[in-house]
């Protein structure tokens, strides 16, 4: 997937949240989702970035905007049974793709200054 598709999916996530990120902001779900469909159509079968993540570019990865559309009920009445479902199956992906993100960040290992056989303390 290329970072200007990640870009977008980012902008997607924003789109969902509201500008505290406290939440969503139901105003703009439907154009989110919307969003979040077509981009899922255009990435699926591509591999996911070990260089980009969503979060370089907005606080929020898209599998946390979707879940939280899906766990709202007021959310989930601005969509059509079509939209519903296809962001369920979104949903998958986007949680595949967060735990991949995650798998990329470094281990944090035994720095050489905790490596002394001497309490620091």
């Known amino acids: 997937m290329n970072e200007a598709t990640i870009e977008e999916w980012a902008e997607a996530t924003a789109q969902a949240c509201n500008d505290s990120l406290t939440g969503l902001d139901l105003a703009r779900v439907p154009k989110a989702v919307r969003a979040f469909i077509e981009l899922y159509e255009q ?8 260089e980009h993540s969503p979060v370089d570019y907005f606080e929020e990865h898209p599998a946390s905007a979707i879940g939280a559309i899906l766990d709202t ?9 079509d939209e519903e479902e296809a962001l369920e199956d979104i949903l998958g992906f986007a949680e ?11 281990d944090l290992g035994i720095s050489e200054a905790d490596d002394d056989d001497e309490p620091g303390w």
Do not use: H, I, M, R
């Open 73 to 81: 009920p007021g959310a989930l009445e601005l969509l059509d049974d």
């Open 96 to 106: 595949a793709w967060a735990e991949f993100d995650v798998n990329q960040q470094p």
């Open 43 to 50: 990435s699926k079968n591509l591999t996911f970035n070990s």
